[in-house]
């Protein structure tokens, strides 16, 4: 049951490029959502590594809040998510040794093949569930430089680390925390014998808490620094996924979803882990969601691609203006792995996806319209095929897919995943990250009884728009393409 409150609630939601901070209500039975701060996020080189500027993310959190306070809210309640597998450490005297590492840093390019040879990845994976990628937390700290882990007292994720210079209060919470890799399945914590692979101890993470505990008020020297409301600051599913998949309204007996943003995150939700031989050997992961839940999905390179090429063209181009100039073109002239190492951080991302068709002997995009075009079809191609593997893994065929998150827009990709997977297709809302960020609060407030509740009162409060398949419109470009990553796949290890 929904109870109808006139509370106000705020979902600070930092993902790689940008942050802002939505305020929400609960009006005539329905969710209402305001973007009240918006602000750009990204790394920098500096000392030799790329970082991100915390104290900037910080600040910005603050200048959100002022907004808020000016709009006439004396009162809130607070919730922030951010990306996963990044972290901060912070010193003896309770502040920051430096400003954190990107992972999408080149420092762990290594790791997982050292750190592994001496720890079997099927070892790993039995203990962890979690998939094998450079930039999980595990490699990030086997790279870490030795001397800063002597001198750190708390290793913090990115949101805990935000929540705890808000409240001076310091957790680890666990949607966030398994994304190390670290986090043993079967006990529930962290794992003797990852940690002393990495060199740290399990003193030196906060204590674990489940999403929805409350962490405190904001100190009171911000609130003599800034002008803030009153603000209690509620730890959610601190890893944007989590929060995405707990603001998207299933639909269906066995359905599956896709965060799709910077990371196409593709899975279902399970009361119980999956990390046998077929889950290992496709490398799907087990991240833990809210409610006793796990997040079983594939990462996929997403519209982290679609990013860069928008820059590229010096953001002479809207998403949707790119968009429209795909659809004016003919999909499916490439095949493109969009999971390939090469597409995480390169230097110039056009020239690379053109660098890579002249390699693999197929037709070059040179327009804007025929590059987005390639984007769009090669991830829903990709999407398709992971779907398919899912269906496998799980044993079971699942019946909808729902897209959240900016994704969720791109109604050309949308209906050709549709038509490839012979799925329906549900999309949107596109907000599901801060939406599912201030349905953990409402749980923890009382306002909305249960995680049931809150996804019909999601249902009730935005549009979804419905995809179905074209039949037999595409014929078998999926096998060929399945056919394709396979021959890529047999090159790698051969060469």
Same mark, same amino acid.
């Not at 609960?26 to 973007?35: D, M, R, S, T």
């Not at 939700?269 to 087990?286: C, D, H, K, S």
């Not at 991830?379 to 998150?405: H, P, R, W």
């Given at each position: 049951m929904v109870l109808l409150m006139a509370k106000a609630y705020v979902a600070v939601d930092i993902g790689a490029s940008s942050g802002r901070l939505m305020l929400a209500e609960?009006?005539?039975?329905?969710? #209402?959502?305001?973007?009240m701060h918006r602000f750009k996020n990204g790394f920098t080189r500096e000392n030799q590594h790329d970082r991100w500027n915390v104290d900037?993310?910080?600040?910005?959190?603050f200048t959100g809040l002022e907004k808020i306070k000016a709009a006439g809210y004396?009162?809130?309640?607070?919730?922030?998510?951010?990306?996963?597998?990044?972290?901060?450490?912070?010193?003896?005297?309770? #502040?920051?040794?430096?400003?954190?590492?990107?992972?999408?840093?080149?420092?762990? !390019?290594? @790791?997982? @093949?050292?750190?592994?040879?001496?720890?079997?990845?099927?070892?790993?994976?039995?203990?962890?569930?979690?998939? +094998?990628?450079?930039f999980n937390t595990l490699y990030q700290l086997y790279a870490e430089n030795k001397a800063d882990l002597a001198k750190t007292d708390k290793i913090m994720m990115m949101p805990d680390y935000l929540g705890y210079v808000l409240t001076g209060n310091a957790v680890t919470e666990v949607t966030n925390a398994s994304t190390?890799?670290?986090?043993?399945?079967?006990?529930?914590? +962290?794992?003797?014998?990852?940690? #002393?692979?990495?060199?740290?101890?399990?003193?030196?993470?906060?204590?674990?808490?489940e999403s929805g505990t409350v962490l405190g008020n904001i100190r009171h020297k911000w609130q003599l620094e800034y002008n803030l409301p009153q603000t209690e600051v509620i730890t959610v599913a601190t890893h944007d996924t989590a929060s995405a998949v707990v603001g998207t309204p299933g639909n269906g007996d066995h359905w599956a979803f896709l965060s799709s943003g910077t990371w196409s995150l593709l899975g279902a939700?399970?009361?119980?882990?999956?990390?046998? /031989?077929? /889950? +290992?050997?496709?490398?799907?992961?087990?991240e833990w969601g809210a409610y006793g839940t796990y997040r079983f999905l594939k990462n996929i390179m997403g519209l982290w691609i679609a990013q860069c090429v928008k820059r590229e063209y010096n953001d002479k181009y809207s998403f949707a203006d790119l968009a429209a100039l795909a659809e004016k073109e003919k999909p499916f002239q490439q095949f493109i792995d969009v999971n390939a190492k090469r597409f995480e951080n390169p230097t110039d991302m056009i020239q690379e996806i053109q660098d890579y068709c002249r390699e693999t002997g197929q037709k070059v995009p040179n327009t804007p319209g025929a590059i987005m075009m390639a984007v769009y079809s090669n991830?829903?191609?990709?999407?398709?095929?992971?779907? /398919?593997?899912?269906?496998?893994?799980?044993?079971?065929?699942?019946?909808?897919?729902?897209?959240?998150?900016?994704?969720?827009?791109? @109604?050309?990709?949308?209906?050709?995943?549709?038509?490839?997977a012979n799925i329906d297709v549900y999309a949107g809302p596109d907000e599901a990250t801060a939406i599912g960020n201030i349905m953990v609060q409402m749980i923890a407030e009382g306002d909305v009884s249960d995680i049931a509740s809150g996804r019909q009162l999601i249902n009730d409060s935005f549009k979804i728009? !419905? +995809?179905t398949p074209e039949t037999g419109k595409y014929g078998t470009v999926l096998q060929r393409y399945q056919d394709f990553l396979k021959f890529e796949k047999g090159k790698k290890v051969t060469n």
């Open positions: 609960i009006q005539a039975g329905k969710l #209402k959502l305001q973007e900037h993310l910080v600040n910005e959190i004396d009162e809130v309640r607070l919730g922030i998510d951010t990306w996963a597998v990044d972290y901060v450490l912070v010193g003896m005297d309770g #502040k920051k040794l430096q400003d954190p590492i990107s992972y999408r840093d080149a420092r762990t !390019r290594d @790791a997982i @093949a050292e750190l592994t040879s001496e720890l079997p990845k099927d070892y790993i994976y039995k203990k962890t569930g979690i998939q +094998f990628l450079d190390t890799q670290m986090l043993n399945l079967r006990e529930g914590l +962290f794992d003797k014998d990852l940690l #002393k692979q990495v060199n740290v101890s399990q003193e030196q993470f906060p204590r674990l808490v939700e399970l009361n119980v882990p999956e990390n046998g /031989a077929a /889950a +290992f050997a496709e490398n799907y992961t087990n991830l829903s191609l990709f999407y398709a095929n992971e779907l /398919a593997k899912l269906d496998q893994i799980l044993g079971y065929a699942i019946d909808t897919l729902n897209i959240v998150g900016g994704g969720s827009n791109v @109604a050309l990709m949308n209906q050709m995943t549709s038509t490839l728009k !419905r +995809f």
